[in-house]
């Protein structure tokens, strides 16, 4: 099966039973999360090292670390395609979607 997650502000669920869900908010939280931020597990999160650089070569680099990332911390999914939105009202912000 195929499914979507962005990088938003949705919700998180505590004890998600649901195995889908719980996965695809794993997800989002790995998009959310600057690598470094979690105490005691520096490792997870996005290194982030695509913040401030020409949207071009941001879009390769996040595209490369949202991969490894995702396969990293959570091996029950395979990245299929990694696609931006773009906010019309604030230009140069991209949105990340996996899916």
């Known amino acids: 099966m195929t499914y979507t ?7 998180v669920t505590l004890n998600e039973t649901d195995t889908v869900k719980s996965v695809l908010q794993n997800i989002a939280i790995i998009l ?6 979690c105490p005691l597990y520096r490792e997870f999160g996005l290194p982030m090292d695509f913040l401030d ?11 490369a670390e949202i991969k490894e990332a995702v396969e990293t911390f959570e091996p029950r999914v ?3 395609d990694i696609s931006f939105e773009e906010d019309a009202n604030m230009p140069g912000i991209l949105i990340p979607s996996w899916r």
């Open 32 to 37: 959310r999360t600057r690598r470094g931020s």
């Open 53 to 63: 650089r020409p949207q071009p070569v941001a879009k390769t680099m996040a595209i």
């Open 5 to 11: 997650v962005k990088a938003g502000t949705a919700a």
């Open 78 to 80: 395979t990245v299929e």
